[in-house]
């Protein structure tokens, strides 16, 4: 078999090349199947929770965990002040987290590509009025953008990801139009025009799959950002509300006991941190592998 | 950089601040809900009385005389009454600016002290076992949750080693005669070193917390930038003269280096208007991002949309000012 010659073998498409590179890296690696897992375990929340999470039990009000006095091993990161289990409240907590997260880069990596090739490669007036839109929106910090849209709409899950996407999306549309500029010029493109290709088909066929890799890394990176803006707009009252759990509105709930009940305010916060952090690793390493010189 | 350009730059920035304007009177103009009913609450009032109010407020007006209008208003810090305060929005805002302008500057001084010499240690030093600690510091600092690390640094230090205060800003208002407005300057004008260190113990914790996502971007990028610094033929001319080392980082590469340092934390500046509502919510600070946050819930919208609009331009005019600074400390840089 490997009398094939190497010429005569398909050549393995850029992002493919550079997913090989990330997965060398065994602290990108332990990190995404960090991700993975957290994926997993709020997908299977109903089969993973030790209890129900909204089952309120007051005989356990503000219980210890496992393994201190009074803690049990059916309870195993402790109770909050109603009784209800802070590991599968945590559990489900990741739903809402990595749901948002997908949710808000889902749509606005969408609109932000379909503008950016839009206005990097048909200039004229349609770059004029993208690009003006998004030093705009550039003009708001992002939480107070949000958090004002929320205050007009209200919370709820719907309008979390709206308030988010709303802004989100001029990040990859700079991306993505900045790296059209360039692809534009280039023989490639050239000659797909000279062969008589439409706008559309060259914007999709030929340019998309070569400027794919920047998208891939700005998503991820902006994944653990949006996944702390939705914790901290929950913390704030603004995001999901209760009884539904949500890590950001647990930490809020702890603020009350931070004298004699620690566990509830520190659990969810670490499993923000977790999770933020193996998305920012994983993000990192994206970039190392697919952009050599940035690996400084 | 020429005047010419600074005036065309500067010219630039009038379509952006009218857009924003319109986003900030478009999120008001679309709130579902009465303005006129929100502000009377349960006061019963005649029908001629709530006609001469919608009247005063503009919202007998079509939509886009109305928005010139909340311009023309905006242009002079007017922006109504607010509804929960019973006094002009701008006079209340004013009143909570100054903790909120305190805080946001200790945060920064702290995140500048720290992330520099950090930074270019790490660059100097690199793959050194400190170069490690410094990445893994500062991807911790922007992975960390605001509020959660304000959180855990109220039980630390204030619950169970009691060595700082719980909540809120020093009470010394009333007490040292206003100078700046900030406490920590007013109180050292004053001569009341008490009063400082009372100041300097309630916004500690608060401006860490704030600080540390800052400090992390900058140390990042004080680290790259130095890096490239050090490679660059002037620094290889420069020990090759025979100079110190120490005299090469400080003398040569440091100058040139901190230019994307002070470029961004002009920029990050901005982005701590967005966590000081947070931060201030956890730590009880008496300034304008809790003001916002308390807003929303009583839906006292007038008072937001001043806000907002403020924190916008004050967002808009940072980023002219990194542009600004990146053009005079970097000369071959154009804008």
């Given at each position: 078999?490997?009398?094939?010659?190497?010429?005569?073998?398909?050549?393995?498409?850029?992002?493919?090349?550079?997913?090989?590179?990330?997965?060398?890296?065994?602290?990108?690696?332990?990190?995404?199947?960090?991700?993975?897992?957290?994926?997993?375990?709020?997908?299977?929340?109903?089969?993973?929770?030790?209890?129900?999470?909204?089952?309120?039990?007051?005989?356990?009000?503000?219980?210890?965990?496992?393994?201190?006095?009074?803690?049990?091993?059916?309870?195993?990161?402790?109770?909050?002040?109603?009784?209800?289990?802070?590991?599968?409240?945590?559990?489900?907590?990741?739903?809402?987290?990595?749901?948002?997260?997908?949710?808000?880069?889902?749509?606005?990596?969408?609109?932000?590509?379909?503008?950016?090739?839009?206005?990097?490669?048909?200039?004229?007036?349609?770059?004029?009025?993208?690009?003006?839109?998004?030093?705009?929106?550039?003009?708001?910090?992002?939480?107070?953008?949000?958090?004002?849209?929320?205050?007009?709409?209200?919370?709820?899950?719907?309008?979390?990801?709206?308030?988010?996407?709303?802004?989100?999306?001029?990040?990859?549309?700079?991306?993505?139009?900045?790296?059209?500029?360039?692809?534009?010029?280039?023989?490639?493109?050239?000659?797909?025009?000279?062969?008589?290709?439409?706008?559309?088909?060259?914007?999709?066929?030929?340019?998309?799959?070569?400027?794919?890799?920047?998208?891939?890394?700005?998503?991820?990176?902006?994944?653990?950002?949006?996944?702390?803006?939705?914790?901290?707009?929950?913390?704030?009252?603004?995001?999901?509300?209760?009884?539904?759990?949500?890590?950001?509105?647990?930490?809020?709930?702890?603020?009350?006991?931070?004298?004699?009940?620690?566990?509830?305010?520190?659990?969810?916060?670490?499993?923000?941190?977790?999770?933020?952090?193996?998305?920012?690793?994983?993000?990192?390493?994206?970039?190392?592998?697919?952009?050599?010189?940035?690996?400084? | 950089?020429?005047?010419?350009?600074?005036?065309?730059?500067?010219?630039?920035?009038?379509?952006?601040?009218?857009?924003?304007?319109?986003?900030?009177?478009?999120?008001?103009?679309?709130?579902?809900?009465?303005?006129?009913?929100?502000?009377?609450?349960?006061?019963?009032?005649?029908?001629?009385?709530?006609?001469?109010?919608?009247?005063?407020?503009?919202?007998?007006?079509?939509?886009?005389?109305?928005?010139?209008?909340?311009?023309?208003?905006?242009?002079?810090?007017?922006?109504?009454?607010?509804?929960?305060?019973?006094?002009?929005?701008?006079?209340?805002?004013?009143?909570?600016?100054?903790?909120?302008?305190?805080?946001?500057?200790?945060a920064?001084?702290l995140a500048?002290?720290t992330?520099?010499?950090?930074?270019?240690?790490?660059?100097?030093?690199?793959?050194?076992?400190?170069?490690?600690?410094?990445?893994?510091t500062?991807?911790f600092g922007v992975?960390l949750?605001g509020?959660?690390f304000?959180?855990?640094?109220?039980?630390?230090?204030?619950?169970?080693?009691?060595?700082?205060?719980?909540?809120?800003?020093?009470?010394?208002?009333?007490?040292?005669?206003?100078?700046?407005?900030?406490?920590?300057?007013?109180?050292?004008?004053?001569?009341?070193?008490?009063?400082?260190?009372?100041?300097?113990?309630?916004?500690?914790?608060?401006?860490v917390t704030l600080g540390l996502p800052m400090a992390a971007?900058?140390?990042?990028?004080?680290?790259?930038?130095?890096?490239?610094?050090?490679?660059?033929?002037?620094?290889?001319?420069?020990?090759?003269?025979?100079?110190?080392?120490?005299?090469?980082?400080?003398?040569?590469?440091?100058?040139?280096?901190?230019?994307?340092?002070?470029?961004?934390?002009?920029?990050?500046?901005?982005?701590?208007?967005?966590g000081?509502?947070?931060?201030?919510?956890?730590?009880?600070?008496?300034?304008?991002?809790?003001?916002?946050?308390?807003?929303?819930?009583?839906?006292?919208?007038?008072?937001?949309?001043?806000?907002?609009?403020?924190?916008?331009?004050?967002?808009?005019?940072?980023?002219?000012?990194?542009?600004?600074?990146?053009?005079?400390?970097?000369?071959?840089?154009?804008?």
């Open positions: 078999m490997s009398a094939v010659p190497a010429a005569a073998r398909p050549a393995r498409s850029p992002v493919l090349e550079n997913l090989a590179a990330f997965a060398a890296s065994k602290l990108s690696l332990t990190c995404a199947v960090l991700v993975l897992g957290c994926v997993v375990l709020a997908i299977a929340a109903p089969l993973v929770a030790p209890h129900d999470p909204n089952e309120a039990d007051l005989f356990r009000r503000l219980q210890p965990p496992a393994w201190m006095e009074g803690g049990e091993i059916a309870y195993l990161l402790g109770c909050d002040a109603l009784g209800r289990d802070i590991a599968s409240r945590i559990i489900y907590g990741a739903r809402i987290s990595i749901f948002i997260g997908a949710a808000v880069i889902l749509v606005a990596t969408t609109i932000g590509v379909l503008a950016g090739l839009a206005a990097g490669y048909l200039r004229g007036w349609v770059d004029v009025a993208i690009s003006r839109l998004v030093d705009i929106l550039l003009g708001f910090p992002y939480l107070i953008f949000a958090i004002a849209l929320i205050a007009m709409t209200g919370p709820g899950l719907q309008n979390i990801i709206l308030a988010l996407a709303y802004k989100e999306w001029v990040i990859p549309c700079r991306v993505v139009r900045g790296e059209t500029l360039a692809a534009r010029e280039l023989e490639y493109v050239e000659a797909a025009r000279a062969l008589g290709g439409s706008s559309r088909y060259i914007m999709w066929r030929e340019i998309l799959p070569n400027i794919l890799s920047p998208v891939i890394v700005v998503s991820t990176v902006r994944m653990a950002h949006v996944i702390i803006l939705e914790a901290s707009l929950s913390f704030l009252g603004l995001g999901v509300q209760p009884p539904t759990a949500s890590w950001g509105s647990m930490v809020a709930d702890g603020r009350a006991f931070m004298l004699d009940a620690w566990w509830v305010s520190t659990f969810p916060g670490l499993a923000i941190l977790v999770l933020v952090l193996s998305i920012n690793v994983v993000s990192q390493g994206l970039r190392d592998a697919f952009d050599p010189r940035m690996r400084r | 950089m020429s005047l010419g350009r600074l005036i065309e730059r500067l010219a630039q920035l009038v379509p952006v601040l009218l857009g924003v304007s319109a986003i900030v009177f478009l999120m008001m103009a679309l709130t579902p809900g009465d303005p006129v009913e929100i502000m009377l609450g349960d006061q019963h009032v005649t029908e001629e009385q709530e006609r001469a109010l919608r009247h005063d407020m503009g919202l007998d007006l079509p939509p886009h005389e109305r928005f010139v209008k909340f311009l023309a208003n905006a242009a002079q810090g007017n922006f109504g009454q607010s509804f929960f305060h019973r006094q002009p929005v701008m006079d209340v805002i004013a009143s909570r600016l100054p903790a909120t302008i305190e805080l946001s500057l200790v920064l001084v500048l002290a992330a520099i010499p950090l930074g270019v240690l790490a660059a100097v030093k690199k793959d050194s076992w400190l170069d490690r600690a410094a990445t893994v500062s991807l992975s949750p509020f959660w304000g959180i855990l640094l109220l039980m630390l230090f204030a619950v169970h080693l009691q060595v700082l205060p719980v909540a809120g800003r020093a009470g010394y208002e009333s007490e040292v005669a206003p100078i700046t407005h900030l406490l920590l300057i007013d109180t050292l004008l004053r001569g009341r070193l008490d009063a400082f260190l009372d100041a300097l113990s309630h916004i500690i914790l608060p401006a971007i900058l140390t990042r990028v004080t680290r790259t930038s130095m890096l490239e610094v050090l490679d660059q033929d002037y620094v290889t001319f420069a020990r090759a003269k025979g100079l110190r080392r120490r005299a090469v980082l400080a003398k040569h590469a440091l100058k040139n280096a901190l230019i994307p340092t002070v470029t961004v934390a002009a920029i990050e500046t901005g982005s701590l208007l967005g000081n509502m947070v931060v201030e919510t956890v730590f009880g600070w008496p300034g304008l991002g809790r003001l916002v946050v308390e807003s929303i819930f009583v839906r006292n919208y007038p008072l937001v949309q001043a806000a907002v609009l403020i924190y916008a331009i004050t967002y808009v005019m940072l980023n002219f000012l990194a542009d600004v600074l990146y053009t005079v400390l970097n000369p071959r840089v154009r804008l």
